[in-house]
């Protein structure tokens, strides 16, 4: 797909966040918009998968490990078809298969039930290391949260991925510097990311994570490392609430839905209508 295509995918993947959002009355939009390209650039142009077939053999994998931005995954995944965009309002209600957190036993096509901070990073070590014994072509995806960083859990998984050379997994940290409670260097510093990650024995590379060219192209360099016996880490300097200019670089629109106001002054800003 064409990058100027990813990039309208991607605008339909943020304005469907926030018709989720409002329509649940609850959920976290500020951390779904940040990582909208990344996942975009995952669902229409990177990952192996099929739609029609969500348990096909040999496909790739994702885990969002930053389980709270369900919003993003879901929007991701009814546009490439999952299941129809209609759906996507029901977000959060009682009965629906679109839970607040993901969960594998609700919907098809989703490959881990997340939420739990680190959980998610540790499961897709997991299944890159069943891919690995299985000798599969399968790739293994994950996005985390740079709060999540502060969790012990991802450095066990981060250690392990490396140990048993992992090269067949790629995660990446939306790096937006922020979460629940404030700044992360405020609450828990977590940099220098990069330099971490280089020190478990990963390959780092560093993007814009709202260019889409550099999103495809780490994936892409990411891909290339194959065989080299070293994991990927793609370290993505993102805007926590990027397209709605209220929402942007504030803590306090990470887990707080808009009103009948805001939410329409955010369709408008990203090009849509509720």
């Known amino acids: 797909m064409e990058i100027q295509e990813l990039q309208g995918k991607a605008a339909l993947v943020r304005q469907d966040i926030i018709r989720e959002v409002y329509s649940a009355k609850s959920g976290h939009p500020g951390g779904s918009l940040s990582c909208a390209d990344v996942m975009t650039a995952l669902y229409f142009e990177v990952m192996n998968i099929d739609p029609a077939d969500p348990a096909k053999e040999g496909r790739d994998k994702f885990v969002l490990s930053k389980g709270h931005a369900a919003p993003a995954l879901y929007a991701a995944m009814a546009e490439r078809g999952y299941f129809p965009k209609e759906e996507l309002t029901s977000l959060r209600h009682i009965g629906t298969r679109l839970q607040g957190h993901p969960s594998m036993k609700k919907l098809p096509g989703l490959e881990m039930s997340t939420g739990s901070l680190g959980q998610g990073i540790s499961a897709a070590v997991g299944m890159a290391l069943a891919a690995k014994l299985d000798k599969s072509s399968a790739r293994i995806y994950t996005i985390l949260g740079d709060g999540e960083l502060q969790e012990g859990m991802v450095w066990e998984a981060a250690m392990s991925a490396a140990h048993y050379g992992l090269d067949n997994l790629c995660a990446v940290v939306d790096h937006n510097g922020l979460q629940i409670d404030g700044k992360n260097d405020d609450v828990m510093r977590v940099n ?64 707080k839905a808009p009103n009948d106001e805001q939410a329409a002054q955010a369709m408008t800003e990203l090009g849509g209508t509720l």
Request: no cysteine; glycine share 10%; net charge negative.
């Open 192 to 255: 220098p990311i990069a330099d971490k990650f280089k020190a478990f024995g990963w390959n780092v590379i560093a993007i814009d994570g709202h260019d889409m060219e550099q999103i495809v192209k780490a994936f892409a360099d990411a891909m290339d490392v194959k065989n080299s016996g070293r994991p990927t880490v793609i370290v993505a300097e993102t805007v926590k609430g990027k397209g709605v200019s209220f929402m942007e670089n504030q803590a306090g629109w990470h887990g």
